[in-house]
């Protein structure tokens, strides 16, 4: 069974910074790209990064560009997304997901994981 699983989430004060962490079990990241996505309540969800495993090529959304980082570590099987100098708007329930293409829609990602929540104060 495919399982991705979303952690690392958790209260922080503006401008602080949190690492969040998506590890796959029955399933290998190799000739995928992870993605990270954010929904905030009432809104939609938003892509905001990921890593393709073929050649570590990522993209970011302009929201988090310059203040997130996604990395992998194939060893681990594992995906982390660090998040710096943290927003209020960053506040959301974060997601990992799973796809064959570089991309940050919902549309493009096949498999989901549960999300971690992430709570920004000012």
């Known amino acids: 069974e495919v399982q991705l699983q979303a952690s690392g989430g958790g209260l922080v004060q503006a401008g602080g910074s949190l690492r969040l962490s998506c590890a796959a079990s029955?399933?290998?990241?190799?000739?995928?790209?992870v993605g990270w996505f954010r929904q905030a309540p009432g809104k939609e969800r938003e892509g905001i990064s990921c890593?393709?495993?073929?050649?570590?090529?990522?993209i970011y959304a302009d929201s988090v560009k310059g203040r997130f980082t996604v990395t992998s570590d194939p060893v681990k099987n594992t995906v982390y997304l660090q998040m710096n100098s943290l927003k209020p708007e960053d506040t959301g329930v974060y997601y990992c997901?799973?796809?064959?293409?570089?991309?940050?829609?919902?549309?493009?990602?096949?498999?989901w994981g549960r999300g971690t929540q992430v709570t920004v104060s000012s």
């Open positions: 029955g399933f290998s990241f190799d000739h995928y790209c």
């Open positions: 997901a799973a796809g064959p293409f570089l991309g940050l829609l919902v549309s493009d990602y096949d498999h």
């Open positions: 890593i393709h495993s073929v050649d570590n090529s990522t």
